[in-house]
């Protein structure tokens, strides 16, 4: 009682201690460094930003590919359907501080040139995963990065050769229960996908342009409350994402695009299919910043409002589950 009694004192403290970036990709397996920002960089596929720090506001020219976001040299190579792993955290070595709100996955095509010289403020965008809240509980996936897990994201199975950048990115919504309190984490990594596919989206967006801060996913007075269902910001998940990227077994997402079989590959999906913390039990490593006891705080919150909403909440989940299955397979 005592604790939970602080949240609303801690959630004003300024929360500067500890934000993140990408520290890792890994493509197929092959590891690659992210280049810690601000510091001199070397060879990496992974867009090179200048804070730690988040991008505020939905209209912000680095929503693009994150703060004062720099070409990068390399273009890792990858193939339709590649698995891409994307490690989060602190250039201390210590886990990404946040554990509520969606995280989200774009790609687009470097066009006329190669990646590496590509610059994004002109992509077109399009949706290849997304994902926000558990289907067994109230935890966001944003929780199994604070653990330490990476975000893992298959790419388009029918993807069309050629350089793309895929825009990795987690948007922290721990104060975006006040307008302009999102916090937003851009990731730019460049690939050049092989094979001989063909397919291309059906919609594309352009960032900054794609959100708005009024989004109902970006200011979000009832981001701790279970029951709300969670609108993910932006366009649609593309026609063209990896079916094992379809499966959004939760969120709220209004839209039949996210329909999956229930059996969709969990097993590949790293933290987004399978339950690598159960939640209440887990805390996050860091043990000494006030962010980082925010959020620790905020969790248990979570989890209590969690346990009175579980039952309903799997219900709508499974009968929602069912619902899109019988639309997709009609
Ligand atoms: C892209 O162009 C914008 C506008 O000219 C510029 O501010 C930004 O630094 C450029 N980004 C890269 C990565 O070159
Ligand atoms: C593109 O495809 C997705 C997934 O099927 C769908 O949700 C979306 O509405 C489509 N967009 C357009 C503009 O047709
Ligand atoms: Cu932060």
Not at 68 to 74: G, K
Not at 297 to 318: F, G, I, N, P
Request: charged share 15%; proline share 9%.
């Amino acid at each position: 009682m005592f604790t939970l009694a602080l949240v609303p004192i801690l959630a004003l403290l300024p929360s500067v201690a500890a934000h993140g970036f990408v520290t890792k990709v890994v493509i197929d397996g092959k590891a690659y460094s992210g280049n810690v920002p601000n510091a001199q960089p070397s060879d990496s596929p992974i867009r090179q930003i200048a804070d730690i720090g988040p991008v505020k506001g939905a209209s912000n020219p680095d929503l693009n590919c994150g703060l004062s976001a720099q070409l990068a040299t390399q273009v890792a190579p990858a193939n339709p359907g590649s698995n891409l792993q994307f490690f989060w955290g602190n250039p201390g070595g210590s886990n990404w501080p946040h554990n509520t709100g969606p995280l989200m996955t774009y790609m687009a095509a470097c066009d006329t040139t190669t990646c590496d010289k590509f610059n994004g403020s002109s992509a077109k965008w399009f949706k290849i995963d997304q994902i926000g809240r558990k289907s067994d509980g109230g935890d966001w996936y944003q929780q199994d990065v604070m653990n330490g897990s990476p975000v893992a994201v298959t790419l388009p199975t029918e993807v069309a050769p050629g350089d793309y950048l895929v825009r990795h990115e987690i948007i922290a919504l721990h104060l975006a229960v006040s307008l302009g309190g999102a916090e937003f984490y851009p990731s730019c990594t460049q690939i050049r996908v092989g094979g001989s596919q063909s397919g291309t989206p059906n919609q594309t967006v352009s960032f900054p342009g794609a959100y708005n801060d009024n989004d109902p996913g970006i200011y979000d007075p009832n981001v701790y409350d279970t029951n709300a269902p969670y609108a993910f910001p932006g366009p649609p998940v593309s026609n063209l994402a990896s079916p094992a990227d379809m499966a959004n077994p939760n969120g709220g997402d209004q839209s039949s695009s996210s329909a999956s079989p229930a059996t969709t590959t969990t097993s590949s999906r790293g933290p987004k299919g399978t339950s690598t913390s159960s939640g209440s039990a887990a805390q996050p490593t860091q043990s000494s910043s006030s962010d980082s006891t925010v959020c620790r705080l905020q969790k248990r919150d979570a989890s209590l409002a969690r346990r009175s909403s579980l039952a309903q909440h799997k219900r709508r989940t499974s009968f929602m589950r069912a619902l899109r299955d019988a639309i997709r397979h009609s």
